[in-house]
Each structure stands twice: as structure tokens, then as C-alpha cells.
């Protein structure tokens, strides 16, 4: 049987810099830092009302992982590839001001609009180089 009541907790990232990544979060999307755990390594815990979690944690450079996209082998640097690739996506009711916003911020993006016309979307980087969407429509439910 298929698990019940599923819903997302929170999504992990880790980083070599876990504060500069967290001022970006902080300041693109407004999300606020949390009380967290003390663990043998450093995070940072943000939380976006009401209930979506983002987990910073510290790069453990021993794990040999790609830190990021841009790390990677074959780094996916163009937020044109996104719409494929690897990312998370918000959905804002300021949909216009908010791609302004990452414009004057100097953050480069891919708009587009989907096949309906109706939902526009935005691809980005966040300062590790993972991937963002973010998109005027609601939310699915």
C-alpha cells in the first residue's frame, strides 16, 4: 500500500557557504530563519509560511559530491535548460514585480509562458547553482 497523508517537509541543500546562501533565500523569497538542531556540522533551517521547510547544511567536502549544478561534470549553467532539468519551484501572486525584482538583483533568467497562455514562468540560479522556478500559478493541490 501507497503512503497516506504525504505531504513534502522540507527540502536540504547543501552548501560551502550556508549563510550567503541563506540571505538569498531570505531576501528573494522572504523566508525566515528557524530554530534549528545543533548537529557536528552547521545549518541553518528556514521556514516560508505556513509550512515549507528549507534545510541549509555545511558541504562536507569528504563526501566527493558535486557541490552544485555549476560543480557538476556537466553543469547545467544556462537557466534556459532548466525547464528539463533538475529544480524547485515557488508559485507568487506578485508574479511581474517579483522577475523585476531578480532582474535588479543582477540574477539572470529564462521567462516563459506555458502552452495555455495563462501560467508565465521564470528559471534561475540560486548562489550555489541549483535550480529555481518560479511560477504565477497557484499551486497544485
Known amino acids: 500500500m501507497a503512503a497516506q497523508g504525504?505531504?513534502?517537509n522540507h527540502v536540504s541543500r547543501e552548501s560551502s557557504d550556508i549563510k550567503r546562501l541563506a540571505q538569498f533565500y531570505i531576501e528573494v523569497?522572504?523566508?525566515?530563519?528557524?530554530?534549528?538542531p545543533r548537529f557536528e556540522f552547521d545549518v541553518i533551517w528556514l521556514k516560508l509560511a505556513p509550512s515549507f521547510y528549507l534545510h541549509l547544511?555545511?558541504?562536507?567536502?569528504?563526501?566527493?559530491?558535486?557541490?552544485?549544478?555549476?560543480?557538476?561534470?556537466?553543469?547545467?549553467?544556462?537557466?534556459?535548460?532548466?525547464?528539463?532539468g533538475h529544480h524547485v519551484c515557488f508559485s507568487v501572486s506578485n508574479f511581474d514585480s517579483f522577475v523585476q525584482t531578480l532582474k535588479e538583483k543582477g540574477i539572470e533568467v529564462h521567462e516563459k509562458t506555458q502552452p495555455d497562455g495563462k501560467t508565465k514562468q521564470v528559471f534561475f540560479f540560486d548562489p550555489d547553482g541549483n535550480g529555481l522556478e518560479v511560477s504565477s500559478a497557484a499551486p497544485l493541490s
Do not use: Q, Y
Request: with cysteine; charged share 30%; glycine share 6%.
Open 29 to 36: 523569497f522572504g523566508f525566515e530563519k528557524i530554530e534549528a
Open 6 to 8: 504525504t505531504c513534502l
Open 57 to 84: 547544511i555545511e558541504r562536507d567536502s569528504s563526501m566527493k559530491l558535486p557541490e552544485g549544478p555549476w560543480s557538476a561534470t556537466s553543469a547545467v549553467a544556462d537557466p534556459k535548460n532548466l525547464p528539463r
